[in-house]
Nanobody
């Protein structure tokens, strides 16, 4: 299974970016997906998650109301729309998938496959 994250870059505070995560090579039929991030000098943290159907989404309090996770199952792609970006959002963003329908969608340990990360830098 390969996850290819893209869409990161440099943006001014208040701006927007859309991250994409393309999933390929999977043998499982369904999967939940999530985005995590690691800021410089910090631990990895949960950002957002979405179920296979898209019917349920979960967000960290720090991004609620600004970020939106979505997916296009026909394209096997998961998105993270990030608006009103702040300098605190600067981090490497990682996408992850869980074919096992974890009961804890915000926990990193529930995700079996991870992308390589894409860097988001927000300048103030």
């Amino acid at each position: 299974v390969q996850l290819q994250a893209s869409g990161g870059g440099l943006v001014q505070a208040g701006g927007s970016l859309r991250l994409s995560c393309a999933v390929s090579g999977r043998t499982f039929r369904m999967y939940a997906a999530a985005w995590f991030r690691r800021a410089p000098g910090a631990e990895r943290e949960f950002v957002a998650a979405i179920t296979w159907s898209g019917g349920s989404t979960y967000y960290a309090d720090s991004v609620k109301g600004r970020f939106t996770i979505s997916r296009d199952n026909a394209k096997d792609t998961v998105y993270l729309q990030m608006n009103s970006l702040k300098s605190d959002d600067t981090a490497v963003y990682y996408c992850a998938v869980d074919p096992g329908n974890s009961a804890r969608p915000t926990a990193a340990m529930g995700y079996d496959y991870w992308g390589q990360g894409t860097l988001v830098t927000v300048s103030s």
